[in-house]
């Protein structure tokens, strides 16, 4: 099992920035994706940005060119910057992860979620 702990939500202005961070932790585990979503009040929660274990990245149309992922897998952490924040940015963000691990020679793999962190952008 692996626990995802967020912090760094709250509140800002039209056009300010937050920094979210994820920090992973268990026993023996290696983590292969590790991601951010959002659930805005009364819609789906939604990927906003992917990171995988090699370093690729990826990002929602509507978060491209705004947000940046980052991860550090010495540290099991990830993080999204996110400027230029917009009023339809207002959600409760949720760190994911995809891991794995071989216990005498069987894989286990799972996805573990973090408990969200809400982040209010308004004036």
């Known amino acids: 099992q692996v626990d995802l702990v967020e912090s760094g939500g709250g509140s800002v202005q039209p056009g300010g920035s937050l920094r979210l961070s994820c920090l992973a932790s268990g026993r023996r585990f290696n983590i292969n994706g590790m991601n951010w979503h959002r659930q805005a009040p009364g819609k789906e929660r939604e990927l906003v940005a992917g990171?995988?274990?090699?370093?690729?990245?990826s990002y929602a149309d509507s978060v491209k060119g705004r947000f940046t992922i980052s991860r550090d897998n010495a540290k099991n952490t990830v993080t999204l910057q996110m400027n230029s924040l917009k009023p339809e940015d207002t959600a409760v963000y949720y760190c994911?992860?995809?891991?794995?691990?071989?216990?005498?020679?069987?894989?286990?793999?799972?996805?573990?979620w973090g408990q969200g962190t809400t982040v209010t952008v308004s004036s």
């Open positions: 994911e992860a995809d891991w794995y691990y071989y216990e005498n020679g069987v894989p286990s793999v799972g996805r573990s």
């Open positions: 990171s995988t274990s090699g370093g690729s990245t």
